[in-house]
């Protein structure tokens, strides 16, 4: 091979960015290996890549001694002496070995070594270039499809789309021009892998960012992000100078800023929030255009029941629930919404409810119609309510003793064996 594959080394060093001594050090050990077809199984043999001449040259490691016992492996000391005049028995030298007959297995074993070495560099070049890019944007070109995915030319590598990360309906055509989101760079055995996505809730977010300075800047920041690719997307921001508002900020005069990311999305809708440290107002602003009447929250399990008008209703759910289900995410409250007449429907059907249950106590024995007021204002709204208290819960009620409990319960409990259906009384 002589000079002609330092130079190959050399200039392959230079165009992929490899050090040429790692591109050596593996040609040599390759080399070592495919010895192991010509000279068999010999574990003292060593090649070396000379660094001015780019020969090749195989030496065999042998142990200086004054009586030979294995030829492989050994050398008489006034052998070794022609080879280095200062060696001892007891040493090791290096003995060049003839190859003249080996340059056909070296030639196609360095080529197929260097070709690898350069895909293994190229791909940890890829890694390196992306690996510190996570929550990018980043442009590239549409080459083509293949099984639904889309091949991205990003320059110094392709990669592919995945239908899911694509927004549905969206086509493009090869030669398009595309800007994704990097959603993801990792490692994997086949080379770097990197995810791009267009349904990902970063990819509005730093669209917002690139069009809005004010977000650029940190004067107004993005709190949250929800989406449902190709439909809706609801972002909630809010701004550190007071004299800035942030969605008049975000929407640009006469919409131009949003409008410019809506058609980056395809006409994806977009509802812009101004974030609230206060729940109900972040919840209500999540739900507009919806008006809310009322709202009971429940911190301990992160909930709240929201009342509306009946006009609003419609509005508040939205498509399939969508409104109230980004609400839902964008808050981290869990939402439940009903109408105006639906609560007054369940007020009316509970306030029935517990007349005919403060009714039926109040007819029993040493019962007056205060302590079937008392035990109602327990929270209790049905005869299994009744039925399934203790004696010691209901003897606990003022004007109510064990005796009295006792007598409550069993004729809470003959009363729901009668009826028919086994349900509340209505």
């Known amino acids: 091979m002589g ?50 001449t780019g020969e090749v040259e195989l030496f065999s490691v042998r142990k200086v001694t004054e009586v030979v016992k294995d030829k492989e492996r050994e050398i008489l000391l006034e052998e070794a002496r022609k080879f280095e005049a200062e060696v001892k028995a007891g040493d090791t030298i290096e003995v060049q070995m003839e190859i003249e007959d080996f340059g056909r297995i070296a030639a196609q074993t360095a080529k197929h070594v260097i070709i690898q070495k350069v895909r293994e560099a190229e791909r940890e070049n890829v890694y390196n270039d992306f690996k510190d890019r996570k929550g990018e944007l980043i442009n590239g070109i549409i080459l083509r499809y293949e099984k639904g995915n889309a091949i991205i030319d990003l320059g110094k590598t392709e990669v592919a789309m995945p239908p899911k990360e694509q927004i549905p309906g969206e086509t493009f055509k090869p030669g398009d021009r595309i800007r994704a989101y990097i ?17 990902h809730a970063g990819f509005v977010a730093k669209l917002f960012e690139v069009e809005v300075p004010e977000i650029y800047e940190g004067i107004v920041s993005i709190m949250g992000t929800v989406r449902e690719p190709g439909e809706r997307t609801k972002i909630a921001v809010h701004s550190k100078d007071k004299d800035v508002d942030p969605v008049g900020a975000c929407v640009g005069v006469r919409g ?61 759910i939205g498509k ?91 004729s809470a409990s003959e009363k729901l064996k009668k009826q028919d259906t086994g349900g509340d009384i209505v």
């Open 256 to 316: 131009s800023r949003v409008q410019s990311i809506v058609r980056e999305l395809r006409g994806e809708k977009i509802d812009i929030i101004r974030w609230s440290e206060d729940p109900l107002t972040f919840v209500a602003n999540a739900l507009s255009p919806a008006e809310i009447l009322h709202a009971d929250f429940d911190p301990k399990n992160k909930s709240v029941k929201i009342v509306v008008s009946d006009q609003h209703l419609s509005l508040a």
């Open 183 to 199: 959603a993801d760079v990792y490692k994997t055995s086949k080379g770097p892998q990197i995810t791009l996505s267009r349904t």
């Open 3 to 52: 000079s002609d594959l330092l130079k190959v080394i050399q200039q392959v060093g230079r165009e992929k960015n490899i050090n040429p001594e790692v591109l050596i050090e593996a040609v040599e050990s390759a080399l070592l290996l495919a010895s192991k077809k010509k000279f068999g199984s010999v574990d003292n043999l060593a090649f070396h890549l000379n660094r001015e």
């Open 320 to 410: 399939k629930g969508q409104n109230a289900r980004l609400a839902s995410k964008l808050t981290g409250w869990k939402i439940d919404i009903n109408s105006e007449s639906e609560v007054k429907e369940q007020k009316m059907r509970l306030s029935r409810k517990r007349e005919q249950v403060i009714k039926h106590l109040s007819n029993l024995p040493d019962i007056d119609l205060g302590v079937a007021e008392r035990i109602m204002s327990r929270g209790i709204n049905s005869l299994e309510e009744v039925a399934a208290l203790s004696v010691e819960e209901l003897a606990s009620i003022p004007g109510v003793g064990e005796g009295m409990a006792r007598s409550i319960i069993q």
